[in-house]
């Protein structure tokens, strides 16, 4: 019988995005800096990142920050829709404005997201083989954080929405041999000062 260990799963949305998407703010720099310093004192072994620029720049300067963790873009890293839910899944009174977001959705993009999301749950959750504790980080989107977070609660598909990641926040997820998966902490942002929190999130929910 194959020994198994924990995983630790970092989880980390990109740095505040300019309005085009194609690169950091200087709050969105800062951010990944800051996330960075504050993981010098983890045990990684990997950061994952998607492909996207946002998400690329934030992996490359949180790197900068820590001793030869090795970079890996991953498409599974990306941003996508990870599961459209059906109206009779949803909640009565948010069903319609939910559903009108998602018809925004091509058929492609539909189909593609779904395959990515389950790779990206056989990728980067569950325990590891051997018998030393893994650390992993993944900077990814939103929609992603809200999927592996909603497995690991194994709440309904449907229910990666609703859930908001500040950028360069963070969030853990402990994955341990014979034990539920465990959420350790989530949308952690005590290494940002107040004018680097809560963006990533609508301004109705800023606190």
Do not use: C
């Given at each position: 019988?194959t020994d198994t260990a924990a995983r630790y799963l970092y989880l980390a949305r990109h740095g505040e995005a300019s309005q085009?998407?194609?690169?950091?703010?200087?709050?969105?720099?800062?951010?990944?800096?800051?996330?960075?310093?504050?993981?010098?004192?983890?045990?990684?072994?990997?950061?994952?990142?998607?492909?996207?620029?946002?998400?690329?720049?934030?992996?490359r300067l949180i790197s900068a920050q820590l001793d030869t963790v090795p970079l890996h873009e991953s498409e599974l890293a990306?941003?996508?829709?990870?599961?459209?839910?059906?109206?009779?899944?949803?909640?009565?009174?948010?069903?319609?404005?939910?559903?009108?977001?998602?018809?925004?959705?091509?058929?492609?993009?539909?189909?593609?997201?779904?395959?990515?999301?389950?790779?990206?749950?056989?990728?980067?959750?569950?325990?590891?083989?051997?018998?030393?504790?893994?650390?992993?980080l993944l900077v990814t989107h939103n929609f992603l954080i809200g999927w592996l977070i909603r497995a690991a609660l194994d709440?309904?598909?449907?229910?990666?929405?609703?859930?908001?990641?500040?950028?360069?926040?963070?969030?853990?997820?402990?994955?341990?041999?014979?034990?539920?998966?465990?959420?350790?902490?989530?949308?952690?942002?005590?290494?940002?000062?107040?004018?680097?929190?809560?963006?990533?999130?609508?301004?109705?929910?800023?606190?």
């Open positions: 019988m085009d998407e194609t690169t950091l703010t200087e709050s969105g720099r800062r951010q990944a800096v800051l996330l960075g310093e504050r993981l010098q004192n983890t045990p990684l072994s990997a950061i994952y990142h998607g492909p996207l620029p946002r998400a690329q720049q934030t992996a990306g941003d996508y829709i990870p599961y459209l839910p059906t109206k009779d899944e949803l909640p009565p009174d948010s069903a319609d404005v939910m559903l009108a977001f998602l018809a925004q959705v091509s058929d492609e993009e539909r189909h593609h997201g779904a395959a990515l999301a389950r790779e990206a749950l056989a990728e980067f959750t569950g325990p590891v083989d051997g018998d030393r504790p893994r650390h992993e709440a309904p598909e449907w229910r990666w929405m609703g859930l908001n990641h500040g950028n360069a926040a963070l969030t853990v997820i402990r994955y341990a041999p014979g034990r539920p998966s465990s959420v350790l902490f989530y949308n952690d942002m005590r290494h940002l000062p107040a004018e680097l929190r809560w963006s990533g999130f609508p301004p109705e929910l800023h606190i």
